[in-house]
């Protein structure tokens, strides 16, 4: 009876390798800057992340799809709470030729690092609270994809002389703004080749906190084009992704001025 028993229950497990463990890494690292502990979920098709940053002033969306790993035996969704600055911590670790191994064993995460030496990490499973964070849905008037390094840049720039930067949108120019005590900040990205805007108001503002964008902006570590859309006193929310391979998405609420 009791070797039926042990047959029947389902024994959750996993078994996942990255070629190339740059592509976790960097996404681990940039969501770590915005959230703490986190639950994420290992899915048969995914690995994904959702939650609000302690604030609650901006969301983290990040899915890894399994295309992206050289193995990826997941048969049924596990949740694992962990605390990200650990776990980007040992990932940091990982060099650009290692393999990465990840396994679900005995209540831990087990990380392997299998290069000219061959490494292993174990990290607990924190017990977090299951609550479900669903992706807003949200409608845009305005939508502008550009060079990733061409926000960032705009995004330092303001940074100089202010906490907020101004986002606008008119007559097919997009321009970041920033005014300080002393000193303003105006960078003017026109339509061009490398910058598409597509807006059904002619002009669009909106202001949103420069601590916040800051760490946003360093998905450009992970793509080259980035895609922005907001509106007026609304969210604003930028996507990094690679079409079955990856989406690194943030949702920030509007700056919000006391007179």
């Not at 292993?120 to 939508?143: R, V």
Request: proline share 3%; aromatic share 6%; glycine share 2%.
């Amino acid at each position: 009876m009791e070797a039926e028993t042990i047959k029947t229950e389902a024994i959750k497990t996993f078994k996942i390798t990255l070629a190339e463990p740059k592509l976790l890494k960097e996404s681990i690292v940039i969501a770590s800057d915005l959230l703490q502990e986190v639950n994420l979920k290992v899915k048969p098709d995914s690995i994904e992340l959702v939650a609000m940053d302690p604030a609650n002033v901006a969301m983290v969306v990040l899915r890894l799809f399994n295309s992206v790993f050289t193995e990826y035996n997941v048969e049924h969704e596990m949740t694992l709470g962990l605390n990200l600055s650990n776990l980007k911590q040992i990932l940091k670790r990982a060099g650009a030729s290692d393999i990465l191994t990840l396994e679900f064993e005995e209540n831990m995460l087990k990380l392997r690092l299998l290069g000219n030496t061959d490494r292993t990490f174990k990290m607990p499973i924190i017990d977090l609270e299951e609550k479900e964070q669903k992706i807003p849905e949200l409608k845009f008037p305005i939508k502008i994809t550009t060079n990733s390094a061409i926000l960032s840049e705009a995004i330092e720039d303001v940074s100089i002389v202010s906490e907020a930067a101004t986002f606008t949108t008119d007559n097919n120019v997009f321009v970041i703004s920033g005014t300080g005590e002393i000193s303003d900040a105006n960078i003017e990205i026109p339509a061009d080749e490398n910058t598409r805007i597509t807006a059904t108001n002619n002009k669009i503002s909106s202001k949103y906190s420069v601590e916040y964008l800051k760490k946003m902006v360093t998905g450009s570590k992970m793509s080259e084009i980035v895609t922005l859309q907001f509106s007026k006193d609304y969210p604003l929310r930028i996507d990094y992704k690679e079409q079955d391979k990856y989406e690194l998405s943030f949702i920030l609420a509007p700056r919000v001025e006391n007179d």
